[in-house]
């Protein structure tokens, strides 16, 4: 369509998971400083980004913070099933303010749990996960305050709302006034990928070039610079 | 005939009848408080709608129920003075004064904004918004943006209430002159006596 | 004003603006006429009408969102009508916000400018007729005007709520800098980056005056009319 | 009802419906006090008690519940003061989903109630205190009927908007199933999991029976009082 | 002395200025349409501020610039006939009548509710709303709820206009007895020269 954004001189428009933002807009101006023209970054949550592509969204690459809703599409023939990787890794831990005595959940009392929704945000899912393989869901269920969001999750243990959180490695390595007081092993919850892919209705050239720069050595300093791991 | 009409009309538990052919340009409509008189003017101005009858002033048939005629108001042409005002309180008077006459074919226009104005001593107010009115000023720009609207007939309801002797007198001259120079028909409700024995040509009495 | 905001604020706080402006203007005459149907109006279906207008405030934000991306999507039935005719698109487009705007705004217009429509005296649109005014003429001289407090806290309170709309935009129209990224997307991916607080203030802030101008603006508006407020006999 | 609901959904309803009408009561006196305030006061300040009245509509919703957070969080001034005087704890709990339904709704119902006071005839007060009628008696028996359509208006927005609350709710009261879980945060649940679109139909539909269910009552309400409506000279 | 009055008064360009004592229970205000009537009347019942003066009805003091007193309205006890009715529109007729009446002392009270609405012939009124009133009956209630609120003193602008004949004499009788029966003060606005003359033993012209 006449003015869309996926012409020849454009950038391609990259939905990304929101926890990415910081890290991706880091890589796409060091890949707009090799000459390329500036992708278009859209960043909302996981399940957002799939909706419109469902409903015909004029995007290039679909980088998930979850399998589930690349799955989605993929099970609706909206990705270019060839162009999926999976592009990062991340951890979870338990972190508290910065010197607050409870260190740990066991020391819970009557404190509060921040999670990411784990009925809804993979992050939160991951926790979970976590925790009832590890056999101490039980004991916090009931303590457990889901936020819509991991940076509301923090956000609240930040503020000292609820004692303990447990958030991505790369939110806690983001904030100051939250220290990590466990890690979680990654062999106690799925592994927690960010996979990527062309969207099928991509027609910038642009898209699959951009994709291809996410996985070089470049856009992985930055990446592991935020604290990401690096998917093989 | 100047009016011609026999309608009925139930508001309440009231039921409003009346019929009269009148030969006279004025006509008189008198009768106790709370009789029907507003609601028959109502009616011929064709703001209500009687449940039969026939309306027809000056030789104009404005409603007939059993013919299916059924004027607007708006093109009824009456020249109503409300027994309530009903200034346009987001318009000075000015504007009040003009309202009907820019709506009214220029060729229709029997009297000018200056005359009216002059005759209801209302040169001062112009400006002012209606709020501002006292009882008698109100009254007096609603008279004015009646005739200014080239009615071709009149419904007084009550125009000379809470107006001074003098002002009343200047006012009842201006309808006699309507009345004979212009051969505009008026009806007009009136609760006093001398009022009705000077202007009228015919009374109806409503009960 | 744009010594105070780095330039990507500057370019937030006009896309805002734009994108508030164009939906209060194009909800106006829209919830005008529906607040005018549902105060003088009695027809079946009315109750219906009227709930439907309530729905976008009782819907969570992201629902609206989502069934606009249906229905206005690419693949939606309007969007592919309105893409195939006149070649518009408004997914991710400022176009698609300022559609969630309006959408979300829709309820508190029409209430505002109902309550303004009910209160007129409709003794006065009579006077109006015998004068010789057409019903359409009536309404435009006397019912317009007569309403216009609604109007104008209908088009603030509708301002209002196109500039701090989240969920609906971010569902339909993505989060997109300089195309739909608003002043609360902007604030919303401001708290996705820990430490930010000051840039997320910085933007809360200039929502806040950006408000305040308009509320100002309305109030001058409405004060320079006000002779003709007070009630006549 | 309760056939066609399941368990989890009948108490999803329940709690939204409490937090909603809690949220309204408390909303309603004092939304009450400001709208007369800015309708029939001239006094400093006034334009800005306006603007902070419109603040919950401007900033985005997640920005007003970090606020509550921040206030009336354990270690927020106004909560650590609740807690120690009174031991009342809103942070996770159903109060502090009706605290920030009620903040959110704040603006819709004052600027209704305005509209409707700023309409009311004080030739009537005037005649009130001659009858000798208190300014507050007056207030009581005179501008508080008068003003009933707007309060209706009001409490019918307000509630609608605190049905459909979401991001400040989510934000200060988190999602807590048969404590904060209102509708809004329940429907949202669904909408992070692919393949839950007959979950979030249904819920969503739950909101717009509810709230056509509270738009008859408040038209039944108001018809009640419909002769009284009229104009009179 | 039953009204003893000196004051001064601006509105927009108007200046009013008016001093008189009267004797007489019951003292006509006379004077054009806008000279400052309804203004005066407001202005004893205390709904407007003169900029000076002093005002005391039967030996009460109401208003004093000098000394700094200036009673409430609901103080004064004036029984205000306005000359729009200002009906309450969202109550029924009867409890109009009974406003002013429930807010007064019962052994102020110097008439009944009967009697009123005998006086008044408004008895099938009672359950109606105001806006379905007529003009003259929406006048009778309005003089019945100023009536019934037990009032020192009573302030009547213009309120036999649009009575009809039969009503108004009917209410001049009642004018007469409360002056002379009840000794209640009584001020009355009229463009009636007749009505004047019949009812007031003072008359004090503005201009
Ligand atoms: N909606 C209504 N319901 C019941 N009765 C009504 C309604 N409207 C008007 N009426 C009654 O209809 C009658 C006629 O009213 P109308 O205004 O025509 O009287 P009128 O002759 O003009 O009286 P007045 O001289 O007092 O102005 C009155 O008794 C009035 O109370
Ligand atoms: N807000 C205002 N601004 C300017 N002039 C005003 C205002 N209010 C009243 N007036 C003027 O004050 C004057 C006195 O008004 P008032 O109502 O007292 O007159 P009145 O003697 O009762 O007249 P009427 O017999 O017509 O009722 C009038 O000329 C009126 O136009
Ligand atoms: O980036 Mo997410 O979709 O909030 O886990
Ligand atoms: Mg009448
Ligand atoms: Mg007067």
Redesign the interface.
């Known amino acids: 369509?006449?003015g869309?954004?996926t012409g020849p001189a454009k950038g391609p428009?990259v939905?990304a998971a929101?926890?990415l933002?910081?890290s991706l807009e880091e890589a796409a101006k060091a890949w707009a400083a090799q000459g390329h023209p500036a992708p278009?970054?859209?960043?909302?949550?996981s399940?957002?980004?799939?909706?419109?592509v469902?409903?015909?969204?004029?995007?290039d690459v679909f980088i998930s913070a979850d399998q589930?809703?690349m799955?989605?599409l993929a099970g609706k023939n909206l990705i270019q099933p060839t162009t999926r990787i999976d592009l990062l890794t991340n951890r979870i831990v338990l972190i508290a303010p910065k010197g607050a005595a409870v260190r740990g959940l066991d020391a819970l009392g009557e404190g509060?749990l921040a999670l990411a929704?784990p009925?809804?945000?993979p992050a939160g899912r991951y926790a979970k996960a976590s925790l009832e393989s590890l056999g101490e869901w039980q004991g916090v269920e009931n303590k457990?305050?889901?936020?819509?969001?991991v940076?509301?999750a923090?956000?609240?243990v930040?503020?000292?709302?609820a004692q303990l959180g447990i958030v991505y490695a790369t939110?806690a390595k983001?904030?100051?006034k939250v220290e990590v007081v466990r890690e979680f092993p990654a062999s106690s919850h799925p592994p927690i990928r960010y996979p990527a892919a062309l969207l099928a209705g991509s027609d910038n050239p642009e898209g699959k070039a951009f994709l291809e720069f996410l996985s070089s050595a470049e856009a992985n300093k930055i990446f592991a610079s935020h604290g990401f791991g690096i998917a093989e | 005939m100047f009016f011609d009409l026999s309608l009925s009309c139930r508001v309440g538990e009231r039921a409003i009848e009346l019929a009269f052919a009148s030969q006279a340009r004025l006509t008189a409509l008198v009768g106790p408080s709370g009789v029907g008189k507003t609601t028959v003017l109502n009616c011929i101005a064709g703001l209500r709608r009687p449940e039969s009858g026939r309306v027809a002033v000056a030789g104009n048939l404005l409603f007939d129920a059993a013919a299916g005629v059924n004027l607007r108001p708006e093109l009824r042409r009456a020249g109503y003075v409300f027994q309530d005002a009903r200034l346009f309180p987001h318009m000075r008077v000015a504007a009040n004064l003009t309202y009907g006459e820019r709506l009214a074919p220029t060729a229709d226009r029997w009297i000018g904004q200056e005359e009216v104005v002059e005759f209801l001593g209302i040169g001062h107010l112009l400006a002012r918004w209606p709020a501002t009115l006292s009882g008698g000023e109100t009254r007096r720009v609603a008279i004015g943006r009646a005739l200014l609207s080239a009615p071709r007939f009149l419904l007084l309801d009550e125009p000379f209430a809470s107006l001074d002797a003098e002002r009343g007198e200047t006012l009842m001259k201006l309808v006699e002159r309507i009345r004979d120079e212009l051969e505009i028909p008026i009806l007009l409700v009136s609760h006093d006596r001398s009022e009705v024995e000077r202007l009228a040509g015919e009374v109806v009495m409503l009960a | 004003m744009s010594e105070w905001l780095t330039p990507a604020e500057w370019g937030v706080v006009t896309l805002s603006l734009k994108v508030s402006l164009v939906a209060v203007a194009l909800t106006l005459p829209v919830s005008y006429a529906l607040a005018w149907l549902l105060a003088r109006r009695r027809f079946p279906g009315r109750i219906l009408l009227d709930a439907v207008v309530h729905l976008p405030l009782v819907v969570p934000p992201v629902v609206t969102g989502w069934i606009l991306l249906v229905l206005f999507g690419r693949n939606g039935p309007i969007g592919a009508w309105l893409e195939s005719q006149f070649g518009l698109v408004l997914v991710f487009r400022w176009s698609g916000a300022a559609l969630a705007a309006a959408v979300m705004a829709l309820p508190l217009m029409v209430r505002a400018m109902r309550l303004s429509i009910e209160a007129v005296d409709r003794r006065l649109v009579d006077a109006a007729r015998t004068l010789g005014a057409s019903p359409w003429r009536a309404f435009l001289s006397i019912t317009l005007p007569l309403s216009a407090p609604g109007i104008a806290a209908g088009a603030m309170l509708g301002f209002a709520r196109s500039l701090g709309e989240f969920g609906a935009t971010i569902t339909f129209a993505s989060n997109i800098a300089g195309q739909t990224r608003t002043l609360p997307l902007a604030i919303y991916s401001g708290l996705q980056l820990p430490g930010a607080e000051v840039q997320v203030a910085r933007l809360s802030l200039i929502s806040v005056v950006l408000s305040l101008a308009a509320l100002v603006i309305s109030e001058l508006l409405v004060r320079r009319s006000a002779g003709s407020r007070a009630h006549v006999l």
């Not at chain 1, 469902?54 to 995007?59: F, K, N, R, Y």
């Not at chain 1, 457990?144 to 969001?149: F, G, Q």
């Not at chain 1, 930040?158 to 709302?161: L, N, Q, V």
């Open positions: 369509a006449c869309s954004p428009t939905l929101a926890s933002q910081e278009v970054l859209s960043f909302a949550g399940s957002a980004l799939a909706r419109q469902e409903q015909g969204a004029p995007a589930e809703w799955d989605y509060k929704d009925e809804a945000v457990v305050v889901p936020a819509e969001n940076r509301a923090l956000a609240l930040e503020r000292g709302e939110d983001a904030s100051d």
